[in-house]
């Protein structure tokens, strides 16, 4: 049966080295023989606030407003914004969901922000009660493809914008993983803008040849639930490297485990 892929792009210009990933993305994995769908965020003109707004019919408490628990309410009854239940249909027939993005101070710009927030709705993508637990998108691979604006040297353990990491870690560790999704290794594109023409070409060329295999990847591996305490979420074990989150949260040196590859 033929993957279905889903790649949510967030980028303002169809003449950008983002689209130009993009389209490359829909090229060769429309040739592998897979149904592939695009996101456009900025075309569509989805909206990024997270808002009263996207929940029709009346509200459980107007008064004192909860995002969490309304979307939740909304979720569960079929009252969410048709724009939200939309992207939940993609979302949930997608075995591979790819991320387009330049990088914005050190995250993902504000409409790809949105998506999260309105998206990934409390009971559809997460549980409070079950943290990084819920299996909803157990079997869906995701990965994120970003474009930086400095260079590769910048972004190491002795540069000055720290390791790209833990630049990574609140995507890939707090929203991705905390959903269950399958993560592979992030497609990073150093500093397309200041890089030569040939230098461009190579970049796209690289990941045309990643694509070609890139079904077949293996996820990247992070510190399993059985390792944390039920009650408090720590480590039981502290004697032993689990992985990334070990060597942020405990202030060592960082793990070997990358989460790039």
């Not at 023989?33 to 900025?42: A, K, P």
């Not at 724009?83 to 409409?111: H, R």
């Not at 560790?173 to 959903?179: A, F, R, S």
């Not at 803008?193 to 070609?212: C, G, I, N, P, V």
Request: aromatic letters at 12%; a negative charge.
């Amino acid at each position: 049966m033929a993957k279905k892929v889903l790649i949510v792009y967030a980028h303002q210009s169809s003449s950008s080295f983002n689209a130009a990933a993009k389209n490359i993305a829909v090229e060769v994995l429309t040739a592998q023989g897979c149904t592939v769908e695009v996101s456009d965020l900025y075309a569509m003109g989805f909206k990024a606030t997270a808002t009263a707004e996207d929940i029709k019919g009346d509200l459980k408490d107007a008064e004192n407003f909860s995002y969490l628990e309304e979307s939740k309410l909304a979720w569960e009854q079929g009252r969410l914004s048709d724009d939200i239940t939309k992207e939940q249909s993609k979302l949930t027939e997608a075995d591979l969901v790819i991320f387009q993005f330049p990088m914005y101070w050190f995250s993902v710009p504000g409409i790809l922000k949105g998506w999260f927030d309105r998206v990934l709705t409390n009971g559809f993508a997460f549980s409070q009660k079950k943290p990084y637990g819920l299996e909803t998108f157990k079997d869906k691979k995701v990965m994120l493809s970003v474009t930086t604006g400095s260079p590769e040297s910048m972004f190491c353990t002795i540069g000055i914008n720290g390791d790209i990491n833990v630049t990574l870690w609140p995507l890939q560790n707090g929203i991705l993983h905390y959903c269950g999704f399958q993560l592979l290794s992030p497609e990073v594109f150093w500093a397309p803008a200041l890089a030569a023409a040939e230098d461009r070409k190579k970049m796209l060329e690289s990941w045309r040849t990643r694509l070609q295999g890139l079904l077949e990847e293996e996820p990247l591996s992070f510190t399993p639930l059985y390792c944390f305490d039920k009650k408090t979420f720590q480590l039981k074990y502290v004697g032993e490297e689990f992985g990334l989150s070990v060597g942020i949260h405990r202030s060592n040196p960082q793990s070997s485990r990358s989460q790039m590859d």
